[in-house]
């Protein structure tokens, strides 16, 4: 039985690729024509498989319906919380977790800082959407046309003197984010707040949630702060892969959350 499943399921991906007659299935599982008739009847009864005028084979609207409802099923937020928290571990500083929604970007988890300033982000808070890492990871994976005009939809107070002024600056500053991959805020809505991010993608490729490391300047520079950058991309691209399906992601389980008296600063 083990086996039939198993020559049926690899007849998926090669229709993946595009139409294919039963003798092109056939050699391709290396079996008797009959067999491979015998897998294709059964996936077409299930409209995994539909069967074209010209005797070929594709893959069926059922399929599709599966893994657009799986995707739509998928909790970004379920799936990344056991990688925030192994990144808090090791680095000990506050992880959030974003996701664009409704125009806004809003902070869907939160791992706190073992140290004794914090941030005051709150879950299902908007983020400040000029300035903030995640927010130029999410935004800069829109398209030109969709950028610009969320751009000049929005207002620019100066948070700092480091805040985006204008909507040129941002659209810049979101060319830039999508070139590289990554996104930091060093100031730009607390003097003494930095925050470096990466996104989260989908099967598709298409960002779906952002993630980023917050600190206080009295707990790490800026500069300190930025070597974490590829301990951040590693853990984003850990939280893709298990979203995506892909393969195991692993950031590791290590470190010290230690339960000391809070103060609050804002966060970036």
């Known amino acids: 039985m083990s086996q039939t499943v198993d020559r049926a399921l690899s007849i998926l991906p090669l229709l993946a690729e595009g139409p294919a007659d039963l003798g092109q299935v056939a050699d391709r599982l290396g079996v008797h024509k009959s067999t491979a008739l015998r897998l294709l009847r059964t996936l077409h009864e299930h409209g995994l498989v539909h069967r074209q005028s010209d005797q070929r084979y594709r893959l069926g609207a059922r399929l599709f319906a599966l893994a657009q409802e799986a995707v739509e099923n998928l909790d970004v937020r379920e799936i990344a919380h056991p990688h925030l928290v192994a ?13 664009y929604e409704e125009h806004e970007v ?17 879950i299902g808070k908007p983020v400040a959407i ?23 939809k929005l207002d620019y107070p100066m948070y700092t003197s480091r805040s985006t002024p204008n909507a040129p600056a941002f ?26 991010g990466a996104p ?3 099967a598709d490729g298409r960002v779906v949630a952002a993630m980023s490391v917050s600190a206080p300047n009295v707990v790490v520079t800026a500069e300190e702060l930025l070597t974490l950058l590829p301990l951040v991309r590693r853990t984003a691209e850990a939280i893709s892969r298990d979203y995506s399906g892909t393969g195991p992601g692993n950031t590791g389980n290590t470190g010290n959350t230690g339960n000391t008296p809070q103060k609050e600063a804002s966060s970036s």
């Open 130 to 152: 000029t300035v903030a890492a995640v927010a130029k990871l999410l935004l800069a994976d829109l398209s030109e046309a969709e950028r610009r005009a969320v751009a000049e």
């Open 200 to 202: 989260v993608r989908g």
């Open 106 to 122: 809003l902070y869907i988890d939160k791992v706190e800082s073992r140290y004794p300033v914090r941030m005051y982000s709150r």
């Open 171 to 196: 659209l810049r500053e979101l060319e830039k984010v999508g070139e590289q991959g990554w996104a930091t805020d060093l100031g730009g809505h607390e003097e003494s707040i930095n925050c470096v």
């Open 87 to 99: 990144l808090n571990e090791k680095c000990g500083h506050t992880v959030h977790l974003a996701v």
